[in-house]
C-alpha cells in the first residue's frame, strides 16, 4: 500500500495545509459568539456531566465530558470553552486525513482531501458545536492509518496506536465498534491480509482496546446498562413501528453532508472504486465507507435513523470523491470547495443577509433556533429562583434541567429530576431524581407551558403549591420560549 507518486519538495505544502486549517478555525472561534446562541441542550447536558467526570453517562461513554472537563478547567465555562475541543478536533481530524490521503496515494490528494474535508458541510455545521462525533471521527481516522502503516511496516509503534485508537473511539461513542467489522471485512477480502489475523500485534492491538473499554464497561454494568437501554430505545430495536422509516431522507441528507458536488463524486468515486476493486487502496476505502452507509440505511428503512449516525463513512467518502475529481481537471475540485465554501458562509451569516436586505430571517430557516433564547430565559427566572433558595429546581425534562444549570451555573442550584418511573429516562433521573430521602422538601417547578397538562399529577405530590410566574421569551417570529413556575412544598412521595 505505497504512494503511487512522490511528491519532491511537499514542506510549502503543508505549511500552506497547517495555515489554511489555523485561519478556518480561528474563523469559526470568532463567529461563534456572533451567531446569537447559547449552547445545544446536548451540548448543556454534556457540560453538566463534566462537572462529575466519571467512566460513563446515562446515553454516552464518557471522553466527551473529560474532553469539556479539560478545556473549561483551562479557559473557563463560556461558550467557546464548552466547545473548544470541537473546533479544534475537526481540523486536527482534517490533518490525519491528509496523512491518509499521503499514505495511500500521493501528498497532493492528502492535501485536497485535508482541504475538502475541513469544508464539508458537515463539517461546517458541527464543527461549532461539541458534541460526540467529533472525537469519534478523529479517533477512526487515526485507526484507519495505524492500522495501514501496521500492515505495511509492523512496527509496534503502529500496532499500540491502532489499539488506543480504537479504544478512545469506543469510549467517544459506541459507533466506533464498526470500525471492527469493515477492518474484518478488508483483512478476509486478500489472502495476503488474512495473514494478518494470525499477528499476535493485532491481537494485542485489540486487548488494548478492550482494556481501555473496560471501565465504561463495568461502569454500565454498575447502573444496570442505561446506555445499552437508550441506544436500544433511539434505534428502535424494540417496537419497530413506533415510527416510520425515512430512507429517502437519510441517503439525502448523506449527499447534503458532503456537498452537491462532492457527494455526486463520492458516488462516482465509488463507481471507480469497483472497477478498480483488485486495487488494495480501493478495497479498503470501499470497507470503511459503504458497509456503513448500508447499514444505517437499511436501519432507517425500519425507523427513523438520524443524519450523522453514519458519520465515519465520511472519512472515505472524502477520500472517493477526492481521488476521483483528481482525474478530472483541477477546477472540478475548485468548484466543490467553492460551492461548500459558500454553503458555510451562508449558514454562519445567514442574519446578516436578511438584515441587509432589512428583513428578519424566518424561523422557519434558521437553524440554529434550538439554541436561542436559552440564556434570556435563564436571566429572567435567576431572580425568582434566588428568592427561594432553600427550595430545589425540579423539572421534569433534561432540555430545561441542562440549559437551567448551564446558564445559572454561578447559582449552584439544588435540583432533582422528577422520576415517577422505576427506570430512568434521562441522565438527570438517573444520578439527581427526587426520592423519599427528599421528603418534606420544598421544589420550585420549572415546565415548558406546552407540556403543563402533566403538572397536575407533580402538584398533586406535595402538600401545598404556589403559582409564582410565567415567563415568556421572544427570539423572533414563531420561536418563544415559554415556561410556568410553581412553588412546591411538603414533598409527600410518588405513591
Known sequence: MKPVTTTPHPTPRIGMLLAWLAILTLYRMWILPR????????????????????????????????????????????????????????????????????????????????????LLPFVSGLGLFISTDAPLLFFWTLAILALVRAMTHDYWRDWLLL??????????????????????????????????????????AIALAGVLILPNVLWNWSHDFPTLRHTADITHVEGLNDKHGNPGEFALAQLLSLGPILGLAFIAGLVLAWRQRRD?????LLCFSVPMFVIVLAQATRSEANGNWAAPAFITATLLAV???????????????????????????????????????????????RARGWDVLARQLQPILAAHPDAMLLTDNRTLMAHLLYELRDMHLQHAAWKPQA?????????V???????????ILIMQTDAMITAPAIIDRFSAHQTLAHVTVIEGPKLRREVDVILLEGFKGYR
Not at 164 to 184: E, I
Not at 186 to 197: F, G, N
Not at 423 to 431: N, S, V
Open 35 to 118: 451567531l446569537g446562541i447559547t449552547l445545544y441542550v446536548d451540548e448543556a447536558q454534556y457540560w453538566t456531566w463534566a462537572q462529575h467526570p466519571d467512566w460513563g453517562y446515562f446515553s454516552k461513554p464518557p471522553v466527551i465530558a473529560w474532553l469539556i472537563a479539560a478545556s473549561t478547567t483551562l479557559f473557563g465555562d463560556g461558550m467557546l470553552a464548552v466547545k473548544l475541543p470541537a473546533i479544534l478536533l475537526y481540523p486536527a481530524t482534517a490533518w490525519l486525513l491528509f496523512a491518509l490521503g499521503r499514505e495511500l496515494f500521493d501528498t497532493r490528494i492528502g492535501m485536497r482531501c485535508a482541504v475538502a474535508f475541513s
Open 163 to 204: 489499539g488506543a485508537a480504537l479504544g478512545l473511539g469506543v469510549m467517544s461513542k459506541y459507533t466506533m465498534l464498526a470500525f471492527g467489522a469493515s477492518a474484518l471485512l478488508y483483512l478476509l477480502l486478500a489472502p495476503q491480509r488474512r495473514e494478518q489475523l494470525r499477528n499476535p500485534r493485532l491481537w494485542i
Open 280 to 284: 488494495a487502496r480501493m478495497q479498503l
Open 323 to 369: 481521488v476521483f475529481l483528481s482525474r478530472l481537471k483541477l477546477r472540478w475540485w475548485l468548484l466543490a470547495l467553492a460551492v461548500n465554501a459558500i454553503i458555510m458562509l451562508a449558514t454562519y451569516h445567514a442574519k446578516d443577509i436578511y438584515r441587509i436586505g432589512g428583513k428578519p430571517m424566518p424561523t422557519q430557516l434558521d437553524i440554529l433556533k
Open 423 to 431: 427506570a430512568p429516562h434521562d441522565h438527570y433521573q438517573l444520578t
Open 433 to 443: 431524581p427526587l426520592t423519599d430521602k427528599d421528603l418534606g422538601s420544598s421544589a
